[in-house]
């Protein structure tokens, strides 16, 4: 029976950390870049790191380059029969584009199921759902000034963890 309960909770969790749209290169393209005709790659990049860092301010952790950032967060969640650590990534590229800037963002997320059989890992990968990508670009837009208001975590319908779980909704000031 534990096993049983084990697999189970493993399957959950893998549904919570993946998503099963495929994209080709040009949706992909799509969905994860952004232009920002008035910003420049340092204001872009600014802007960018305000919006993820306000995701978990307190847990996220940035790795920078030249040209954008990686940051990673963890996420601890209980369940009945166990718990579950879940890592999200952020990797942010800018690139100058005429007089502004664009942004490439590629988000992935990341698993381990923890119950009374032990440690089982989950899915890893990519995000493949529009809407966390969509969340922080209009996040991205409010800050910058070229969207009126903040997009909170229930605005977007769809597949948003890795933007709303265990994180902060609140607007940036």
Do not use: H
């Amino acid at each position: 029976m534990p096993r049983v309960i084990a697999a189970l909770f493993l399957l959950l969790l893998a549904s919570c950390t993946t998503t099963t749209q495929d994209w080709t290169r040009e949706e992909q393209a799509a969905v994860t870049t952004r232009s920002f005709p008035t910003l420049s790659p340092s204001q872009a990049t600014a802007i960018a790191e305000r919006v993820v860092r306000a995701i978990r301010p307190d847990k996220m952790q940035f790795a920078y380059r030249d040209n954008g950032f990686r940051a990673t967060r963890g996420s601890f969640q209980y369940f009945v029969f166990g718990a579950a650590q879940l890592d999200y990534a952020y990797d942010v590229t800018v690139r100058p584009a005429g007089s502004g800037s664009v942004v490439q963002l590629i988000v992935q997320s990341g698993g381990t199921a923890l119950t009374s059989v032990g440690a089982l890992p989950g899915g890893e990968g990519m995000v493949r759902a529009q809407t966390p990508y969509e969340t922080i670009f209009r996040r991205m837009e409010y800050v910058a000034g070229t969207r009126p208001e903040w997009t909170p975590c229930g605005a977007l319908q769809g597949f948003n963890e890795p933007v709303c779980v265990s994180a902060n909704d609140d607007p940036i000031q």
